[in-house]
Nanobody, 116 residues
């Protein structure tokens, strides 16, 4: 059973940066494509960014392209999301999970609030 623990969120002003981390237990992490999801208040969960198992290919939601960068360190079983030029509309709880097949159990997420 893979467990996911997200961290790195916080309250930041528009235009600032944050880096999220997702620590995964279990070696299966290394074999799966992974992604960052977010859920804003009153909205459905959406996939923000995805990365293949080896890290060679990434994909992004149009609204975050050029601002967010997803990466992974399989040796550390950790997924990252570097978020730059944050906007108020990026405010949400951010989660990591697989983007291929059945979801792992969801972690608690990490809250990102962008506000002046």
């Amino acid at each position: 059973q893979v467990q996911l623990v997200e961290s790195g969120g916080g309250l930041v002003q528009p235009g600032r940066s944050l880096k999220l981390s997702c620590a995964a237990s279990g070696s299966i992490f290394m074999t799966n494509a992974m992604g960052w999801y977010r859920r804003a208040p009153g909205k459905q969960r959406e996939l923000v960014a995805a990365i293949t198992s080896g890290g060679g290919t990434t994909n992004y939601l149009d609204s975050v392209k050029g601002r967010f960068t997803i990466s992974r360190d399989n040796a550390k079983n950790t997924l990252y999301l570097q978020m730059n030029s944050l906007k108020p509309e990026d405010t949400a709880v951010y989660y990591c999970n697989t983007v291929a097949g059945t979801f792992y159990s969801w972690g608690q997420g990490t809250q990102v609030t962008v506000s002046s």
